[in-house]
């Protein structure tokens, strides 16, 4: 069972980790006796400079994580960024940015992380969450093209994870889909009347969004050994709006 220290001596590196649920992820498991490599574009304190789009950036993060911890055990694929309005008036760069940052973003992390946990060690060993969102599992009005390429990550999350497992690798791959979460993303979206409109969070079982601490507890569940009998998941913590008329 869970418990303070139950990811003892394990390296993770977390994306987006400057801010919200990577802030919360990067804590929390840091909390539970993780070494943390916290990544974000936006670098500062003990935050590496790292743009999840690039390459070259996924290279340098992993290959300083490795120096200063000896290894990688669990990568935590969170960057991401917001994009509402209607679909089909989207201009078609700012699909292609959703993209890019959800889908090619964790393609990148994806090899880079499988390469590094191949370079640890036959067979390999590792724990990839990817950061979803029920935007991907059903259309949310206003964040379809978000939604769509979520969606994708969720698809791109199963498809590795099923590869790997047929390979015989012990990497396991999942996704977690947080439901509204409180964090600066969606401060951005509403004013101070919104967050403070109970109707506003009527239709949600939780009567409320999730805390980004909700979000972390999932993610270090699923890097945790007590996850070692689940299937590839794609696991929604979103206060039971999937299944809500919340659109
Ligand atoms: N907040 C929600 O309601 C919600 C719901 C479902 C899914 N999510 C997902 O959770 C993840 C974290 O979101 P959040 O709410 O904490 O947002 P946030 O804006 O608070 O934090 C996102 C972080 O990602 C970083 N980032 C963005 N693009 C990047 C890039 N290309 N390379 C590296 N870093 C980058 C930002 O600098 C920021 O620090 C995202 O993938 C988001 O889509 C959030």
Same mark, same amino acid.
């Given at each position: 069972m869970t418990a303070a220290g139950d990811l003892d001596g394990r390296v993770a590196l977390v994306t987006g980790a400057a801010?919200?649920?990577?802030?919360? /992820?990067? #804590?929390?498991?840091? =909390?539970?006796g993780a070494r943390v490599f916290a990544t974000d574009r936006r670098a500062g304190g003990a935050i590496f400079r790292h743009d999840v789009t690039s390459a070259a950036d996924w290279e340098q993060a992993i290959a300083a994580c490795v120096a200063r911890f000896g290894r990688l055990d669990i990568l935590v694929s969170n960057a991401g960024t917001a994009g509402a309005g209607p679909i089909v008036d989207l201009a078609l760069d700012a699909l292609r940015e959703q993209a890019r940052v959800h889908v090619e973003?964790?393609?990148?992390?994806?090899?880079?992380?499988?390469?590094?946990?191949?370079?640890?060690?036959?067979?390999?060993?590792?724990?990839?969450?990817?950061?979803?969102?029920?935007?991907?599992?059903?259309?949310?009005?206003? /964040?379809? #093209?978000?939604?769509? =390429?979520?969606?994708a990550l969720i698809a791109l999350s199963r498809a590795v994870a099923a590869e790997l497992q047929a390979a015989g690798e012990a990497i396991r791959v999942h996704a977690v889909c947080p439901g509204g979460t409180r964090t600066p993303m969606t401060e951005a979206l509403f004013d101070d009347a919104y967050w403070a409109d109970p109707a506003n969070f009527a239709e949600v079982p939780l009567r409320d969004y999730c805390r980004p601490e909700d979000i972390a507890e999932a993610i270090a569940f699923?890097?945790?050994?007590?996850?070692?009998?689940?299937?590839?998941?794609a696991l929604a913590v979103d206060g039971g709006w999937l299944l809500s008329n919340r659109i």
């Open positions: 801010s919200g649920i990577g802030a919360a /992820t990067a #804590a929390h498991l840091a =909390a539970r973003g964790a393609f990148l992390g994806m090899t880079a992380a499988v390469a590094q946990f191949r370079r640890q060690g036959a067979p390999a060993t590792g724990t990839i969450v990817t950061v979803a969102s029920v935007a991907g599992m059903k259309p949310i009005m206003q /964040t379809t #093209a978000y939604g769509t =390429a979520k969606a699923l890097a945790s050994a007590d996850a070692a009998a689940l299937a590839p998941a």
